[in-house]
Nanobody, 121 residues
Framework: QVQLVESGGGQVQPGGSLRLSCAAS????????MGWYRQAPGKQRDLVAT??????NYADSVRGRFTISRDNAKNTVYLQMNSLKPEDTAVYYC????????????????WGQGTQVTVSS
């Protein structure tokens, strides 16, 4: 069974930093795009950042403060979050487009269970 497991969330003061990790495991053949989304209470789930083999993409609200990276050998994606603001408070979800032994030739999209990030003094 393929799964994504996030870690690294928690509570931090404004201006602080956190690093999120998301590890993919299971019968994975290939991972294409990986990304992070977030959902604040009462709001829709929004894109934070994505990464492919050749490029990264960021939401305007986090560009310059957050950095997405990946370790292909570990099937892991990271989100380094600096200069955190109260409005960054949300549940952060990992997302990946993966070809598995059950998916055939085209990738399926998988989601992690989410990790809470709270920015508060």
């Amino acid at each position: 069974q393929v799964q994504l497991v996030e870690s690294g969330g928690g509570q931090v003061q404004p201006g602080g930093s956190l690093r999120l990790s998301c590890a993919a495991s299971g019968s994975i053949v290939y991972i294409d795009r990986m990304g992070w989304y977030r959902q604040a209470p009462g709001k829709q789930r929004d894109l934070v950042a994505t990464i492919t083999s050749g490029s990264t993409n960021y939401a305007d609200s986090v560009r310059g403060r957050f950095t997405i990276s990946r370790d292909n050998a570990k099937n892991t994606v990271y989100l380094q979050m600096n200069s955190l603001k109260p409005e960054d408070t949300a549940v952060y979800y990992c997302n990946a487009d993966m070809v598995t032994t059950q998916s055939g030739l085209l990738p399926n999209t998988y989601w992690g269970q989410g990790t809470q990030v709270t920015v508060s003094s």
